[in-house]
């Protein structure tokens, strides 16, 4: 029994039981306004902030761990090439599939026109929102790289979304303090292998609130999905579900199997509070103390592994993103009666890997960067409202699959660097046990 009632067990029974409460609350009107969904709010996000405020301090701190054990350039160029190479056939995988699913499925044609303008005018307000914000702010692959370089790494480092140049800043200083006098260095080394252990602590101390806040996420998730917006956009959804599912179980399944040691299951099993977490909050950027905590403790993935392949997934490595970019392009493609050719189709396959890359890890912003696939295709901007309408659920899904895709490349890249890339289990795994009489947490 005991255990049974290990913390990721207990976090996704409270999953469960926020579904069931905010499905049932939520149909009985209790969750529409009030002092109720004021508190699941609370609730949520305070779980929330409690997570964000960990995330530049752990890149950083762990980062800078990693590159002064590292010491290497030849490695670290290794590491990040095998990273890189990972993110990219993934995310081509993932694209081509999406796009051939919404090709032969056809999810535009099954919605008559009326339904389309219904649902477009009733969103119009949010979508003419979407727009003009993406807008105001250029996306190129120039203002992509240029970015990466901050000029004040201060200001870089107020924002939880912007971790490029955090990473920038960490290599460099990592791989300079390597090269100062023994002494100093070790000292150094030391100060921020402490600092690096208060940071998983908090990490650890925080999921021990993870069951309250993700009841209430959900709970309030739930009730505010609605359900005959879902039913009208049902073959859209089944499409990017499919689509999502594929590349979870056969690409990443396959990944596991061909480049590490691990079962599929085991690795599932070893991730399970960084899932949970990338459901409850839509965000990837939220999901990476724990998806670090996960991979480092229960997959065994060294520190320095670790701290570069994640921080960079959770800001270039986007699957489900990508998938759900390229089946809403041509979704709304089909809905306005417009033929893509096949080359406009590759088209939006790479503008979709792009747009991914640049979407930045927090909920709804992939709906945003749709913006940037459609308008060079002539597509009608309104369909956003559409794709808006049921964005919700699809979101917390396709956070999932960004959040596993990190993981994958995390177990590969270190499995191929020789490390015994194994599952820890529960027990063993420390942080993740109930406490016992003896924790240091309450
Ligand atoms: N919510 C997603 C994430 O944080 C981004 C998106 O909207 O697609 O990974």
């Known amino acids: 029994m005991r255990r049974f009632f290990n913390l990721p067990n207990v976090i996704l029974l409270s999953l469960a039981l926020g579904v069931l409460f905010g499905w049932i609350a939520g149909s009985a009107g209790l969750l529409k306004a009030g002092f109720l969904l004021e508190l699941l709010k609370l609730g949520g996000d305070l779980f929330k902030s409690l997570i964000f405020m960990v995330i530049v301090p752990l890149v950083f701190v762990s980062l800078i761990c990693g590159m002064m054990s590292i010491g290497d350039l030849r490695k670290l160029g290794r590491v990040a090439g095998r990273t890189l190479v990972l993110y990219f056939i993934t995310a081509a995988l993932a694209c081509i599939v999406a796009i051939f ?28 929102e979407i727009v003009g914000k993406i807008k105001t702010t250029e996306h190129t692959p120039w203002t992509f790289i240029r970015g990466i370089v901050p000029n004040n790494v201060f200001s870089v480092m107020t924002s939880n979304s912007q971790m490029l140049p955090v990473i920038f800043f960490a290599l460099l200083f990592g791989l300079c303090a390597a090269m100062i006098d023994s002494k100093r260095r070790e000292h150094l080394a030391y100060t921020f292998e402490s600092l690096s252990l ?14 309250v806040g993700v009841f209430c996420l959900i709970a ?5 999905i609605g ?19 594929i590349q979870f179980f056969v690409v990443y399944g396959g990944v596991i199997r061909l480049l590490t040691r691990l079962r599929f299951t085991d690795f599932v099993r070893a991730c399970r509070p960084a899932l949970v977490t990338a459901f409850s909050t839509s965000s990837s950027a939220a999901s990476l103390p724990v998806n670090m905590e996960c991979v480092n403790k229960r997959l065994n993935v060294s520190t320095s592994v670790t701290s570069f392949v994640l921080p960079i997934g959770t800001t270039v490595n986007m699957d489900g993103t990508a998938i759900m970019q390229t089946v809403a392009t041509v979704f709304i493609a089909q809905l306005y009666a417009i033929d893509l ?7 939006v396959i790479l503008t979709a890997m792009l747009a991914a890359v640049g979407t ?51 177990a590969a890249v270190g499995t191929m660097e020789g490390e015994d890339v194994k599952y820890v289990p529960e027990e063993a795994a420390v942080g993740f046990q109930l406490p016992t009489g003896d924790s240091q947490y309450p």
């Open 101 to 128: 699913l919404v090709n032969a499925i056809k999810p535009g044609h099954a919605i008559a026109k009326e339904t389309r303008d219904r649902i477009a005018k009733e969103h119009e307000a949010k979508q003419k």
């Open 198 to 211: 208060v940071m998983v602590r908090m990490i650890q101390a925080v999921m021990f609130t993870a069951p």
């Open 220 to 224: 309030v998730a739930t009730a505010s």
């Open 227 to 245: 359900i005959e917006v879902v039913k009208a956009m049902a073959l859209y959804c089944v499409v990017v579900v499919l689509a999502l599912s």
């Open 341 to 347: 050719t096949v080359t406009q189709q590759i088209g």
């Open 360 to 410: 930045a890890p927090v909920p709804a912003a992939g709906i945003a960067m749709l913006v940037i696939i459609l308008e060079p295709l002539g597509i009608p901007l309104t369909g956003i409202a559409l794709i808006w309408a049921v964005d919700r659920p699809l979101d917390m899904l396709r956070t999932v699959v960004n959040v596993v895709g990190d993981g994958v490349a995390a």
